[in-house]
C-alpha cells in the first residue's frame, strides 16, 4: 500500500490549480474572441418579399433586375399577373442574371435568341429591351391572364421545357404583388453601409437616370444637393399616374406610390438609396424593415419632412 506524502499532495494540487488556470484563461481568450468575431461579422445582404405570410429571398442583384421586369409590367399598364409572369420566366431562364451566355445564341435575362427575331446581341442584352420585348409578346397571347404562369411563359418563350417555369410560379408571385404596389411594405432588404458615396451631384444623377431608365417621366425633386444634410440627398417621385393611372384617383396614387417605393427599395444596392419614404412608413439600411416615424421626426435620414400622398422620397448615400 502506498501514500502520498503532504509535499507531492501540495505539488499536485498546484498543478491541478494551474491547468484550471489556465483553461480559465483560453476560455475567456475564445468568449472574448467569439465576442470580437461576433461585433465584426459580415451583414448577409439579401432582399425580401412576403405577403400572406408567405416570403421569398432574392440577393440584391436579382431584386435589381426583379425591380425592373416588374415595374416595366406596371409603367406599361398591364395587370400585376403580367408581371407574375415576366419574373417567373426571368428567373426560370437566367435565375434574374443578366447572362451574356446560354443554349445556342441565347442571351440576356430572359435567354432570347437573336436569331429568333428577339433583336441585336446588345439589344437582347439590355435589361430594358428585353424586358419590353417579352411583355410586347406577351399582351399577343390571347387570355394570357387566365393562363397558368407556366403557359404563358411557354406561349412567349417556347422553350424545350414547357413546364420549367410552374417552380418559379409562388415567388413571382409574392414579389410581383410587392412591386406592383398591391402589398404595401412587403418588401425589405438588409444592406451593407454604402462603402463609397459620391458627391450629392452625382449621386443623385445616378438615382434620377434610374428612376427615367425604370419608371419613365414621372416628376421628381431634389433635395440636399451641394448641401446634403449628414452627407445625404434625395429625389421625391411623383408617382401618380404610374402606368396612365388616373392622377386624381386617391387608391391608385397609394398603390402607385407603394410599386415606386419598393422598387426603390429593391434596387438600392444599385443607387446607394439609404432611406425611402412613402405613404407615412419609412425603410431605412439601417433598420433593414419598414415603420413609422414619429410625428416630430424630420423625415428620413434628414431628408426633410414626409412626402405628400401619391410620392415617393428617396434619399441616397453622399461623400
Not at 20 to 41: E, P, T
Not at 97 to 122: K, Y
Request: aromatic share 4%; glycine share 10%.
Amino acid at each position: 500500500m502506498t501514500g502520498r506524502t503532504p509535499h507531492r499532495a501540495r505539488r499536485t494540487l498546484l498543478a491541478v490549480t494551474g491547468v484550471v488556470a489556465a483553461g480559465a484563461l483560453a476560455i475567456g481568450g475564445v468568449v472574448v474572441g467569439l465576442k470580437v468575431l461576433d461585433d465584426r461579422r459580415p451583414v448577409t445582404e439579401r432582399c425580401t418579399a412576403a405577403v400572406d405570410g408567405t416570403s421569398a429571398d432574392l440577393t440584391p442583384q436579382q431584386a435589381d433586375v426583379a425591380a425592373l421586369v416588374a415595374v416595366t409590367a406596371e409603367r406599361r399598364g398591364m395587370p400585376a399577373r403580367a408581371a407574375t409572369i415576366g419574373l417567373a420566366t426571368a428567373s426560370a431562364e437566367s435565375h434574374l442574371r443578366n447572362l451574356d451566355h446560354g443554349d445556342r445564341d441565347s442571351l440576356g435575362i430572359f435567354q432570347q435568341r437573336p436569331s429568333q427575331g428577339w433583336g441585336t446581341e446588345a439589344e437582347v442584352t439590355d435589361p430594358v429591351h428585353a424586358t419590353n420585348a417579352f411583355y410586347d409578346a406577351l399582351e399577343d397571347v390571347d387570355g394570357y391572364t387566365r393562363m397558368r404562369v407556366t403557359e404563358a411563359a411557354q406561349a412567349v418563350q417556347r422553350s424545350a421545357f414547357p413546364e420549367g417555369y410552374a417552380p418559379h410560379a409562388t415567388r413571382s408571385g409574392i414579389w410581383a404583388s410587392a412591386l406592383t404596389g398591391w402589398s404595401p411594405a412587403a418588401l425589405t432588404c438588409t444592406l451593407r453601409d454604402v462603402a463609397q458615396p459620391a458627391p450629392a451631384p452625382d449621386a443623385v444623377a445616378e438615382l434620377e437616370g434610374r428612376v427615367v431608365r425604370d419608371l419613365g417621366d414621372l416628376p421628381t425633386r431634389t433635395a440636399g444637393v451641394g448641401a446634403a444634410p449628414q452627407g445625404r440627398a434625395g429625389v421625391e417621385v411623383d408617382a401618380r399616374g404610374l402606368g396612365g393611372t388616373d392622377p386624381g384617383d386617391a387608391s391608385a396614387a397609394a398603390r402607385s406610390a407603394w410599386s415606386v417605393a419598393q422598387w426603390a427599395v429593391a434596387t438600392a444596392s444599385t443607387t446607394d438609396a439609404v432611406a425611402v419614404a412613402v405613404d407615412g412608413q419609412v425603410w431605412t439600411r439601417e433598420s433593414a424593415a419598414w415603420s413609422r416615424p414619429d410625428e416630430d421626426d424630420d423625415g428620413p435620414a434628414g431628408a426633410g419632412p414626409p412626402p405628400a400622398p401619391g410620392r415617393v422620397a428617396v434619399t441616397v448615400a453622399t461623400s
